[in-house]
């Protein structure tokens, strides 16, 4: 169990265009989803919190206008980046935090976002 | 504010062999979760152990042990029998129970497991 996907897993846009990730956990309900940005070779940077039904938390620096986050069920967020521009290009990875065991996080294989 | 240091950036170790991964947190809080996760090179990211702060019992994981020293702040990993497969990149997460189950964390260790 705890099973959670991604889609797409790489993408590749033109500037300006806009690019939707889907955050899906697959065998269990999740009310709280992350999303996290990795660039390559460091760690995690929480991006934002997102709660079923209700807006999305971000962190500080993290525009909300640019990188928007639905929360439309207990098993499906997405995050739609705006405008992509060329330092938009990163790892995206959602994760999804199950009732049992409590407070752990369990991750999707994240999305390639390349932006030209 | 939480901070997880892990002041290895890299690591090898020789198959079958045992090494230990370091990491350091720091943190006012009381009720907190501590987790090492593995980022292979697919770069899905896996959890390997979870400890509760509560819990004076090191978690346990098959090949996979933690020495959690509560009072000086140190969560470290242990690997036994090392396997090729476990050649990736290691972070280090601290949880606030009581803050949103946000993860802070440290910036990873790379792992290389030479036959």
């Known amino acids: 169990g705890a099973v959670v996907s991604q889609h797409p897993s790489r993408v590749i846009c033109k500037s300006g265009t806009s690019v939707k990730i889907e955050c899906r956990s697959l065998?269990?309900?999740?009310?709280?989803m992350f999303w996290y940005r990795q660039f390559p070779k460091q760690s995690l940077m929480l991006m934002a919190t997102?709660?079923?039904?209700?807006?999305?938390?971000?962190e500080q620096g993290v525009e909300k206008d640019k990188f928007l986050i639905n929360h439309a069920s207990l098993t499906l967020s997405t995050l739609t980046v705006t405008s992509a521009h060329p330092e938009d290009s990163s790892f995206y990875i959602c994760?999804?935090?199950?009732?049992?065991?409590?407070?752990?996080?369990?991750f999707g294989p994240g999305t390639r976002l390349t932006v030209l | 504010a939480q901070t997880v240091t892990q002041s290895q950036p890299e690591m090898s170790v020789q198959e079958a062999e045992t090494v230990t991964l370091s990491c350091t947190y720091d943190?006012?809080?009381?009720?907190?979760?501590l987790f090492w996760y593995k980022q292979p090179p697919s770069r899905q990211m896996i959890l390997v152990i979870r400890q509760e702060a509560y819990k004076q019992q090191n978690a346990t994981e098959n090949r996979f042990s933690v020495n959690f020293q509560k009072a000086a702040k140190s969560f470290s990993l242990k690997i036994s029998d090392s396997q090729l497969g476990d050649t990736a990149m290691y972070f280090c997460a601290f949880m606030n129970a009581n803050a949103g189950n946000m993860l802070t964390f440290g910036g990873g260790t790379r792992l290389m497991v030479k036959p």
């Open positions: 997102s709660n079923e039904g209700s807006k999305a938390t971000y």
């Open positions: 943190t006012s809080e009381s009720n907190y979760y």
């Open positions: 065998d269990f309900q999740a009310t709280t």
């Open positions: 994760s999804a935090k199950r009732l049992a065991p409590p407070d752990t996080q369990y």
